[in-house]
């Protein structure tokens, strides 16, 4: 499997401008995770998907941020509009359901990382 | 509230060992986990621990006490590559799926 995949790498915009940053889970993963890093916060959890439906969004700073997951092999997070203070590093992970006994440990994916100008 | 504490940085030697430390307060308990994340990466799963005690993986050892709230990793015949951030994560609750609630992790550099 080619890994958890995010889009883009880098994201240079403007205060104001619309955000959209995309992941694709690996293959069979039913939960999906969106974090944001940043050297003051570390890494925190947004929100998560279990099955496409959202689960926990109580980390989504405000409304400006939202996010969604038509199926399951595809995820989006959007902020507009975007200010400066969103400038972080934002990843995506996926795992699985953990069996009796079991763990399951995140994969993340690459990241995103966005400048807001 | 949830609360997950590691010391901000670390320094040692190439070929020693080194110990982080990780305590915990959280509104429940179901797995700790660490991470290592090298500059500009993404974070890779090192351990799990569930139960008391210590774990062994190759040149990685974790260590876990719940009645504590403690844990720590445990790295050996430390090398050069070995320079990252690493990271403690706390599992609350089976219930909750995988969420995981992270430190802001310990940077680690190690000198020639």
């Known amino acids: 499997d080619a890994g958890v995949i995010q889009s883009p790498r880098h994201e240079v915009t403007e205060m104001g401008q619309e955000v959209t940053l995309r992941c694709k889970p690996i293959?069979?993963?039913?939960?999906l995770f969106w974090y944001r890093q940043t050297m003051m916060r570390g890494l925190e959890l947004l929100i998560y998907?279990?099955?496409?439906?959202?689960?926990?969004d109580s980390g989504m700073p405000e409304d400006r941020f939202s996010a969604k997951m038509p199926n399951a092999s595809f995820s989006t997070l959007k902020i507009q509009p975007s200010e400066p203070r969103d400038s972080a590093v934002y990843f995506c992970?996926?795992?699985?359901?953990?069996?009796?006994?079991?763990?399951?440990?995140?994969?993340f994916g690459p990241g995103t990382r966005l400048t807001v100008l | 509230g949830q609360n997950i504490d590691q010391p901000t940085e670390m320094t040692a030697t190439e070929g020693a060992i080194v110990q982080i430390n990780c305590t915990y307060q959280t509104s429940g308990f179901n797995g700790l986990f660490w991470y290592q994340q090298h500059a500009g990466e993404a974070p890779t799963f090192l351990s799990y621990n569930v139960l008391d005690g210590l774990e062994e993986k190759g040149r990685f050892s974790s260590f876990l006490s719940r009645s504590k709230g403690y844990s720590y990793l445990l790295l050996k015949e430390l090398q050069m590559k070995d320079s990252a951030s690493y990271l403690c994560a706390v599992r609350p609750s089976v219930g909750m799926g995988g969420k995981l609630i992270f430190g802001q992790g310990t940077e680690l550099s190690v000198k020639p």
């Open positions: 992970a996926s795992t699985f359901r953990p069996g009796q006994g079991g763990y399951n440990e995140q994969f």
């Open positions: 998907f279990n099955n496409n439906v959202p689960i926990d």
């Open positions: 293959s069979g993963h039913d939960y």
